[in-house]
Each structure stands twice: as C-alpha cells, then as structure tokens.
Nanobody, 115 residues
Framework: QVQLVESGGGLVQPGGSLRLSCACS????????MGWYRQAPGKQRELVAS???????NYIDSVKGRFTISRDNAKNTVYLQMNSLKPEDTAVYYC???????WGWGQGTQVTVSS
C-alpha cells in the first residue's frame, strides 16, 4: 500500500521560504517520477513541479525560478524548496506521481503566505 506523508508547511511572510518534504513508502521510489501538487481554497488541485526518475524537472510558469523540486532516493523522499513566496502560493501541498493517475492522496501540508 502506497503511503505519502507530506510535511514542512507553515505560515510565512511574503518573500519568505519553506522546504516541503514527502516521505514515500510502499513503492519502488527510485523508478518513479514524482510531483508536487497544490490545492488552494475553491480551486482545483494543480501539478506545480515534477521530477523524473533520472532527475529531470519541470515547473509551471508561476513558480519557475522560485521553486526547486529534488529527490533523495536513499531516503525515499521528494522535496520542494520554495523561495520568494507570494500570497497566491497559499494552498495545501501534496506529493504524488505526475502521470499514470495518482496513488491515494496523503494528508497534505498547509502553506500560508501572509503578512
């Protein structure tokens, strides 16, 4: 059974930084592409960043240059470094695979950007 446990969210001022982590179990992590999604209140969940098993990354335009996705296959963990945060980044953030349909969703981690 796949388990995804997100952590690292919190309240941060505009311009601040956070680093999210997602610990994965029940999968062969190293061969899977991984992604970070977010869902803001009243909006659909969207994929904001992904990383292939080989380390190639992709981002939506609104986070390019500010967010960095990375992975540690030894720890079965995917990260999202978020810099220069904006109020519009406020959302619950989730990890999951970016293609082939998601596994079950974890609880997510809340990110709130506000002064």
């Amino acid at each position: 059974q796949v388990q995804l446990v997100e952590s690292g969210g919190g309240l941060v001022q505009p311009g601040g930084s956070l680093r999210l982590s997602c610990a994965c179990s029940g999968i062969i992590f190293s061969i899977n592409a991984m992604g970070w999604y977010r869902q803001a209140p009243g909006k659909q969940r969207e994929l904001v960043a992904s990383i292939t098993s080989g380390g190639r990354t992709n981002y939506i335009d609104s986070v390019k240059g500010r967010f960095t996705i990375s992975r540690d296959n030894a720890k079965n963990t995917v990260y999202l470094q978020m810099n220069s945060l904006k109020p519009e980044d406020t959302a619950v953030y989730y990890c999951n695979r970016p293609t082939l349909g998601p596994w079950g969703w974890g609880q997510g981690t809340q990110v709130t950007v506000s002064s």
